[in-house]
């Protein structure tokens, strides 16, 4: 099975790249060429390209242990769900576009005649629910993961209960988890087992049980004012007129949604189906950068360094996986293991406030309305950080001179913020976040006094 797995996955990459390059004249390019700014809508091959050429690569020396001396302990991942359909707010946004293009565009290029051929297919049923690919990028996902890390995940650890699965319980997790543990079986050819998760939303969407962030960010209008902003800026102005114009639709028509919802089609058609829609051809590189920043605010304001209960909202995930860790290390060092690997599924939502918690991505000036071109270099891009199925792992070992931590997203190696070796000892990681690993109560930054919550209702 493994073997045929992998011959199968050789012949369709072969073949793709002979399809590839017989009608490279002909056909358009298979990638829109925005494809690098599609920020949460982004596909994750566009982070690990190598993917491209073969799903199930994993590059040995990239994910040794940091030295011959160590051995892998525990593994904690963090993964966001597979490739997903859009939301039911943005098939409404995509409808209203749709609608305006094919009874108001006009004009004479072939991609707009491709536009206006082009068949509606999103219902609003679909509610942002995991697609095959979503579950594909979860099954190699396992896949790569078990092969990078093969004494944490492996066939008799999963068959005596040492991998524990945790979920959101929302669908296109759930589904996520389970098309992961089946890339697992699929790999060791494992056919009489049960898939077992746990739900858990405390830990996978502890923003939705922060009442602080509920409060002060989430029902909060004012609280991701640089978005509105931003959408009446000269940069969103400028993009609204290039399409509109490329359209032949008067301006004053096309709103700031019908960008966003022209960018989405593009990156819905393209992460779901493969496909370079005729639709990115309404978007240049600059548009598709303005619109990326767009994006990269609200996800800044509602997610990340905005607002500092956006990061500490995730305080309990952030003493879930340093427990985790403590118990592996305490129970190695009595000679049993336990558990070697702790698979977690939630959104990009609960990545986001953890990377922020543990100071990532952290440009020195704030994602404003104002600053889009000053951010040009900004480190906080969705894009690279968390695109479909992303993934953040701790791996701990146990060296001759005592723990180490690894730490890796999307399968590439991080150094913490500060620190400048690839795998620091376990207690300096410790005393690096002392004041989060003494702190960072969910109640005290979670909890609203009474008296707040009494004056909203009034
Ligand atoms: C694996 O990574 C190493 C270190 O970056 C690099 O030198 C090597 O070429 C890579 N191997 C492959 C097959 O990509
Ligand atoms: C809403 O957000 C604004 C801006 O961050 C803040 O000043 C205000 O206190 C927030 N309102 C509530 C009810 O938390
Ligand atoms: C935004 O950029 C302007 C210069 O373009 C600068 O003066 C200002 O300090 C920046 N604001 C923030 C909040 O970074
Ligand atoms: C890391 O930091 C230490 C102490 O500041 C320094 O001696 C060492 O050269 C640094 N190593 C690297 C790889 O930068």
Redesign the pocket.
Known sequence: MKTTYFLANFLITSLSVMVGFSFSKLARPTVPAIAHHFGTKGRYEEVNPHLLDHILFVNKSLVAPPSSDCRAIHMVSVIRHGTRYPTTKNVKKIARLFDLVSSHASGSASWLNDIKTWKMWYTEDMDGRLVEKGRDDHRHLAMRLAQSFPTLISEDHLRANRIEFITSSKHRCVDSVKAFQEGLHRFWDVEDMDYKHYVDDSLMRFFDHCERFVESVEKNKTALKEVERFKSSAEMDAVRRKISSRLQIPYSQFTPDMAEAAFFLCSYEFAIKSENSPWCDLLDESDAQVLEYKNDLKQYWKRGYGHDINRKSSCPLFHDIFKRLDKAADHYRSGEVKKTATIQVGHGETLLPLLSLMSFYKDK????A??F???HSRTFRTSQIIPYAANLVFVLYECSDGLRLQLFLNEKLMTFPNMNHSAPLYETVRKHYSKLLSGCEFNKECNVPQSNLRNTEL
């Not at 000036?365 to 404003?368: D, E, G, S, V």
């Open positions: 000036k704030p994602l404003t104002e600053n071109s000053l951010q």
